[in-house]
């Protein structure tokens, strides 16, 4: 983890999901390479190809349960 804009990057021990936080936004990348991410107020949710299966607004639901993992 970059120490300058890296707050809190870590892997879940018990799921495997890599979550990646930064002063823009939040990336959770997990074990079967699916991807959710919060950026600029946009939820987006990717498969594994990099193909995008959800675009929308995030919430604040979406913040708190990417904040969990």
């Known amino acids: 983890a970059s120490s300058t804009a890296d707050v809190d ?31 600029n107020g946009r939820f987006r949710m ?8 959800v675009e929308r607004r995030a919430t604040v639901a979406d913040l708190d349960r990417l904040k969990s993992l």
């Open 9 to 39: 990057d870590h892997v879940t021990a018990a799921t495997g999901d890599k979550v990646e936080v930064s002063a823009s936004g939040i990336q959770v990348t997990h074990r079967n390479g699916m991807k959710e991410t919060i950026e």
């Open 46 to 53: 990717e498969d594994k190809f990099g193909r995008t299966i």
